[in-house]
């Protein structure tokens, strides 16, 4: 496998050995109009000249998908992720760009049926888009304690906390995050992680926390793996997403899948789980009381029913959204698609 990339982007501190990283600078320095989507469509006729791929597969509806229209290879699949398809577009160039890439993909894949839908609304073809997990590792992703020196490890300790796992950026909202928090019983602190911040953003949010949440509650956290992040779900009394814009996240299918009760904004593609399976985990998203009350009936579970809902939660990934059969049936469609030409 090879990663093309012309956007500066970090490769996972995981990734495996194996994978070759391409780069390629697609922007040029003339303000000319379109004359960077030229320069882009030459680079990426080059580096799929050079690799000779059997497919081209671009994650998110928007530049990645772009280029890989342009490099006018087929088959080309894309993947859009939820806010791609489901937030407005800044422009009319972006808006026809995603729809040209959306109607010419080979395949589209979406995580649930509303950005399936919302895909679709963009310009992907109905019979060419499928709904496919990104899914969770169910048996990374699971209950059970962590060890003493793990906390200590990641600096946690024993003190209970409620976990956010998106990154610091606006979109993700932890400034209601916080207040939410700060409705809530002053033994718990909310840990977040330091992966893809937006330093101007991260700072507003962390003067926010001590306002109003006092020194030391906010802990920002350095994940370095996945097991890592396995033992922050694992370890959080309950896990929070208020995302301004989403889908159905794959942090809340990893908290899911580790048994851990979740608090979650009530957006169309997460009430559609959580409306039947967990309907007191809903809240509005831009209300910190409500977020705040869902939190501390969280909390304030019960034993038997922090572990029923636990079970509850991890037989819907299991259902739903393991990684591996979703995998499965990613492979069956690139191998068709190869063996299309």
């Given at each position: 496998?090879?990663?093309?990339?012309?956007?500066?982007?970090?490769?996972?501190?995981?990734?495996?050995?194996?994978?070759?990283?391409?780069?390629?600078?697609?922007?040029?320095?003339?303000?000319?109009?379109?004359?960077?989507?030229?320069?882009?469509r030459r680079r990426m006729h080059e580096v799929v000249s050079e690799l000779e791929p059997d497919i081209i597969h671009a994650h998110t509806a928007r530049r990645y998908a772009w280029h890989a229209a342009?490099?006018?290879?087929?088959?080309?699949?894309?993947?859009?992720?939820?806010?791609?398809?489901?937030?407005?577009?800044?422009?009319?160039?972006?808006?026809?760009?995603?729809?040209?890439?959306?109607?010419?993909?080979?395949?589209?894949?979406?995580?649930?049926?509303?950005?399936?839908?919302?895909?679709?609304?963009?310009?992907?073809?109905?019979?060419?888009?499928?709904?496919?997990?990104?899914?969770?590792?169910?048996?990374?992703?699971?209950?059970?304690?962590?060890?003493?020196?793990?906390?200590?490890?990641?600096?946690?300790?024993?003190?209970?906390?409620?976990?956010?796992?998106?990154?610091?950026?606006?979109?993700?909202?932890?400034?209601?995050?916080?207040?939410?928090?700060?409705?809530?019983?002053?033994?718990?602190?909310?840990?977040?992680?330091?992966?893809?911040?937006?330093?101007?953003?991260?700072?507003?949010?962390?003067?926010?926390?001590?306002?109003?949440?006092?020194q030391d509650r906010l802990v920002v956290v350095s994940v370095s793996s996945e097991a890592d992040l396995a033992a922050l779900y694992r370890a959080a009394d309950v896990v929070i997403s208020a995302a301004?814009?989403?889908?159905?996240?794959?942090?809340?299918?990893?908290?899911?899948?580790?048994?851990?009760?979740?608090?979650?904004?009530?957006?169309?593609?997460?009430?559609?789980?959580?409306?039947?399976?967990?309907?007191?985990?809903?809240?509005?998203?831009?209300?910190?009381?409500?977020?705040?009350?869902?939190?501390?009936?969280?909390?304030?579970?019960?034993?038997?029913?922090?572990?029923?809902?636990?079970?509850?939660?991890?037989?819907?990934?299991?259902?739903?959204?393991?990684?591996?059969?979703?995998?499965?049936?990613?492979?069956?469609?690139?191998?068709?698609?190869?063996?299309?030409?």
């Amino acid at each position: 496998m090879t990663v093309v990339d012309g956007f500066g982007s970090e490769p996972h501190p995981e990734l495996q050995p194996e994978v070759r990283i391409v780069r390629y600078e697609p922007r040029g320095m003339s303000n000319v109009p379109f004359s960077g989507m030229l320069r882009a469509r030459r680079r990426m006729h080059e580096v799929v000249s050079e690799l000779e791929p059997d497919i081209i597969h671009a994650h998110t509806a928007r530049r990645y998908a772009w280029h890989a229209a342009l490099a006018g290879f087929h088959p080309y699949v894309v993947s859009v992720w939820g806010s791609d398809v489901l937030l407005p577009f800044p422009s009319w160039r972006s808006r026809l760009l995603t729809r040209v890439a959306l109607h010419n993909a080979d395949l589209v894949t979406a995580v649930t049926p509303q950005t399936r839908e919302a895909a679709i609304g963009r310009g992907a073809r109905s019979g060419r888009t499928v709904e496919i997990h990104h899914g969770v590792d169910t048996e990374l992703f699971r209950p059970g304690d962590v060890p003493e020196d793990t906390r200590r490890r990641l600096g946690i300790g024993n003190e209970p906390f409620v976990f956010s796992p998106r990154a610091l950026r606006p979109i993700y909202n932890h400034e209601t995050v916080v207040e939410a928090a700060a409705r809530v019983s002053g033994t718990h602190r909310l840990v977040v992680t330091s992966a893809g911040a937006d330093p101007e953003y991260r700072a507003r949010v962390e003067r926010l926390a001590a306002s109003r949440l006092g020194q030391d509650r906010l802990v920002v956290v350095s994940v370095s793996s996945e097991a890592d992040l396995a033992a922050l779900y694992r370890a959080a009394d309950v896990v929070i997403s208020a995302a301004l814009s989403d889908s159905f996240p794959l942090t809340i299918q990893e908290a899911m899948a580790s048994g851990t009760p979740v608090v979650a904004g009530d957006l169309p593609p997460i009430r559609a789980v959580f409306g039947t399976l967990a309907p007191a985990a809903l809240a509005p998203v831009t209300d910190p009381v409500a977020i705040g009350a869902a939190l501390r009936h969280a909390i304030e579970l019960g034993a038997s029913e922090r572990r029923e809902l636990g079970e509850r939660l991890r037989a819907y990934v299991h259902e739903h959204a393991d990684w591996r059969e979703h995998m499965t049936r990613m492979e069956e469609h690139y191998r068709r698609l190869a063996m299309r030409g």
